[in-house]
């Protein structure tokens, strides 16, 4: 091979990789377990393809700031996310799916802040079940990321 076909060949693979890393699937989750965390928000982009979520959150760790990763911003516009309903310094309860490898962070299922509770399939933050009476509006919440 060539110096210029070694350097192509090089680089087309860099490309993959990087498209590849690009996009990624929910498999570092456990949705077989649900988890509720409560902290402070720090952060909060509803944004494609993967929502982010960065909470102060104190517990036997000690303080410190977690991200957490949800749905596309279109799946979090139709479980009835609205503009300017997460701020910086709220209270959040947040449903997550925790990391397989028992790290910090998840996949967010469902949350309440501010007295309104967004949930994936009807989730609940509070309970991690569906919720009764409406607490929770209901989108389609796979883990097809």
């Not at 929910?26 to 949705?31: I, K, M, V, W």
């Not at 309104?116 to 399939?121: A, E, R």
């Amino acid at each position: 091979m060539t110096g210029v076909k070694r350097f192509s060949f090089a680089a087309a693979l860099m490309l993959c990789a990087m498209a590849a890393a690009a996009h990624h699937s929910a498999a570092s989750f456990d949705f077989s377990q649900r988890v509720t965390i409560e902290g402070v928000v720090k952060s909060f982009s509803v944004v494609n393809p993967h929502t982010a979520a960065v909470i102060t959150v104190t517990d036997t760790k000690g303080t410190r700031d977690v991200t957490y990763e949800g749905h596309s911003a279109s799946n979090f516009f139709r479980a009835g996310f609205t503009n300017g309903s997460v701020k910086v310094g709220d209270k959040i309860s947040i449903l997550i799916a925790p990391r397989r490898d028992g790290s910090d962070g998840g996949f967010i299922q469902a949350f309440t802040v501010n007295g309104k509770t967004v949930g994936f399939g009807g989730l609940s933050p509070s309970t991690g079940k569906p919720a009764e009476g409406g607490e929770a509006s209901s989108a389609s919440g796979g883990a097809s990321q």
